[in-house]
């Protein structure tokens, strides 16, 4: 029970007269990946939404644990407080980077409370006082491994909105790992990326998993979800339906009948055993 | 049918329609009231000069590329001269008061007033992408505070510079908090009614800021204690001079080459202080809020805060500007901070290309001194002002310097291009 770093209970968001996520409960264990699975509209990118703060849920509760023991509830913060203090990070469905600027600036922008622990600090670094420029040096550092461990670092002072797709998304993940996250959430990191760049996003996530950050992953491709996770968390329609290791999750019934639709009602002469071949076939 | 003799003729039948009554038809008052006189000439030349106008923009913009590469070659050469053009016009920011008259030196510090405001608005339209339309608010907050701080406790022009500032910055705060959950036009409209409200309220606070009629008699700002008067003798400018042994003659220029150097030093010090925040994280975070709000969030970056320093420090700017705009005038009243001086320091920043400092003051040289120049065409310089402004918008949609300079870099700083660079949206 001790390594239990996120433990979401009960948790609703309702828009109206919709409920995006209903009454869901899981667990995310320290230094594992944790892979949230779904249809699309289960409810996947709103539960990320909640636990980032992106949006208040209607109810339930979110409860972070660092490692050292400090605990948040995350429901109760603001979304640039979740970022700082209880050090969750994110990356976007549709890739948010600040293109305008260079791929070394959103890595800088990322680590901004280093930089700038106040207001009052960042304004006496404008006549270079507060260790502004000593925190800089620390930061581009920083950057800089980042920017090699992506294979970014010759093109550094390049508009990040210039770059490739597929350094887009890996930037993204760097620029999320430069604010030293406790939780790195990931909304569909391979999504357009060809099979070869999907291999090297998994080999990245394995690398992040061993410095000792946790990964929560929403993903559509099954075969990077199946190789990298430790546990798997299937929604379907704002509800949890299966919860286990890639093996359990894979076997189970419920899951095969979310993918497909259900078997008896529409097309009863569909064995539910043939029909588990097509979505998750990727994973074998 | 050719597609542009098409649309020529679309354009001359609207043509016709429109200059029919306004140019065809002349009304001139006869012994027996008003009678019309038709002047089929003069309307068959208006139609066939839009007609023809019309066509020949048309094949015109047919021959140019697609897309915004067309730009590019002249940004190159703009981006070329640049690097010749700041110490250029530096410099002869520094020499003017020496090569040029007291009409130069008055139109300078003009010319220099609208700088500085066009880089304290910078701040907030260029970096921080928030449309503040009322920045004339600050400016007036600047200006009333020395005003009265003067009139009410007798405090010389250096003593109020940083308070003005100071109170300009705390209005920025307050004007910032009620509309930092408003993007875009919603910004626009409630700064813009901010603007309003200020102007509205020294109108009618009769009492403290002697409504329509103003404050007048504001003290000049002092040269390390020395005064600018004609009678001279101890504590003055030209006394001074007498006591240390070197007699000069007085001239009113002398007062006015000094309030054109203060206001030179107050936009470079406006010019340092962006530069400067450019580099460092307030000013980074600025321009990435500019660029996405949503990312600067989930980086843990307090949106709030970093816009209302943008909104703070923008003000003091304004106010710093309103203060010597005071001292330089010695009178002040609500006339001078109407909604036209918002717009024109917004068009400034907007022509010269957001968060261009070169781009800014060119455009308030363009802007204010070429008004100034035109002078004696009278009312046809707006008509001219108005298609210049078009003219630019047209060829440079980005202003006359597009393109950002990267804070910082592993290797050398190259440009990047205006499109990838977000103007923000509120």
Redesign the interface.
């Known amino acids: 029970m001790d390594s239990v770093l996120l433990r979401v209970t009960d948790l609703t968001m309702r828009f109206g007269g919709l409920t995006a996520v209903n009454a869901l409960s899981f667990e995310a264990r320290r230094g594992e990946i944790t892979s949230v699975i779904g249809p699309n509209g289960a409810g996947k990118t709103t539960v990320f939404n909640c636990i ?3 949006y208040q849920p209607t109810s339930g509760s979110i409860a972070l644990t660092h490692p050292n023991g400090a605990a948040f509830q995350l429901q109760t913060l603001p ?3 979740i ?2 203090r209880a050090r969750v ?2 990356t ?1 469905q549709n890739i ?7 791929v ?2 959103n890595l ?3 680590q ?2 280093a ?2 622990p106040n ?1 009052g600090s ?2 006496l ?3 270079g006082l507060g260790g ?1 420029h000593a925190a ?1 040096i620390v930061a ?1 550092d920083r950057a ?1 491994g980042w920017l090699d461990r992506i294979n970014l ?1 010759p093109r ?4 990040a ?2 770059l490739p797709y597929g350094d887009q998304r890996r930037l993204e993940i760097a ?2 790992m430069c ?1 030293q996250p406790v939780l790195l959430c990931l909304d569909e990191p391979a999504a357009g990326l060809n099979p070869r760049e999907s291999d090297a996003l998994a080999a990245l996530l394995k690398t992040i998993q061993a410095d000792g950050c946790s990964v929560l992953l929403i993903e559509h491709d099954m075969g990077v979800v199946m190789r990298i996770s430790d546990h798997i968390i299937v929604l379907d329609h704002g509800k949890l339906i299966s919860d286990g290791d890639p093996a359990h999750v894979r076997a189970d019934p419920n899951v095969i009948a979310a993918y497909l639709g259900e078997g008896d009602e529409d097309d009863p002469d569909v064995p539910l055993a043939a029909a588990s071949d097509v979505p998750l076939a990727a994973a074998r | 049918m050719n597609p542009n003799l098409k649309d020529a003729s679309i354009s001359a039948l609207v043509a016709l329609g429109l200059f029919g009554p306004m140019i065809g038809l002349k009304t001139e008052s006869g012994s027996i009231g008003l009678f019309l006189i038709p002047r089929p000439l003069a309307l068959a030349a208006a139609v066939v000069a839009v007609f023809f106008g019309r066509l020949l923009l048309l094949t015109w913009r047919g021959q140019r590329p697609r897309g915004t590469q067309t730009n590019h070659k002249l940004a190159e050469t703009i981006k070329r001269s640049g690097r010749f053009l700041t110490p250029a016009l530096l410099t002869l920011a520094i020499v003017l008061p020496f090569i040029s008259g007291r009409y130069g030196i008055d139109l300078g510090i003009l010319v220099l007033t609208y700088v500085m405001l066009g880089w304290g608005l910078n701040i907030v339209v260029g970096l921080a992408g928030l449309l503040d339309l009322g920045y004339v608010a600050f400016y007036a907050v600047g200006a009333y505070s020395f005003a009265l701080l003067a009139q009410t406790f007798g405090l010389g022009f250096w003593t109020c510079l940083p308070l003005a500032g100071l109170f300009a910055a705390t209005w920025g705060v307050m004007l910032g908090f009620p509309v930092l959950r408003l993007r875009g036009d919603y910004l626009a409209i409630v700064t813009l009614a901010f603007g309003e409200i200020i102007r509205i309220v020294l109108l009618n606070a009769a009492s403290i800021t002697g409504g329509p009629n103003g404050i007048s008699g504001i003290p000049r700002p002092t040269l390390f204690g020395l005064q600018f008067t004609a009678a001279g003798g101890h504590g003055s400018f030209t006394g001074f001079f007498e006591s240390i042994g070197y007699p000069i003659e007085y001239s009113p220029t002398q007062r006015v080459a000094f309030l054109y150097y203060v206001i030179l030093g107050l936009a470079l010090l406006t010019n340092w ?1 962006t530069l ?2 450019r580099r ?3 000013g ?2 600025w ?2 809020l500019r ?2 709000e ?10 709030t ?1 970093t816009k209302l ?1 943008a909104f703070a420090i923008g003000a003091t700017f304004g106010g710093l500007a309103g203060a010597f705009f005071a001292t330089r005038n010695a009178f002040i009243s609500p006339e001078s901070f109407t909604f036209i001086e918002s717009a024109i320091v917004l068009a400034i920043v907007v022509l010269g290309g957001l968060g261009s400092q070169l781009g800014t003051a060119l455009a308030a040289i363009v802007m204010i001194g070429g008004f100034e120049v035109f002078r004696d065409l009278a009312d046809y310089r707006m008509l001219l002002f108005g298609l210049a402004l078009v003219l630019i918008m047209v060829l440079r949609p980005r202003g006359l310097v597009s393109g ?1 300079t ?9 440009e ?2 205006a499109e ?3 103007e923000g949206r509120g």
């Open positions: 980032t703060g992106f979304g640039h407080r970022a700082r990070a994110r976007f948010r980077l600040f293109a305008g600027m260079t070394l600036e800088l922008v990322a901004h409370n930089l700038m207001v960042g304004l670094a404008v006549f502004h800089e581009i800089r670092l550094a002072d390049d508009p909105g210039a620029r999320a604010t | 202080v400067r925040l460092v994280a307030l980074r975070a321009e990435a660029e996405d949503v990312a600067c969030r989930s980086l843990g970056i307090n949106v805060v320093t950002r990267p804070s910082v870099a592993l290797g050398r700083r190259r990047i291009s990838l660079v977000a």
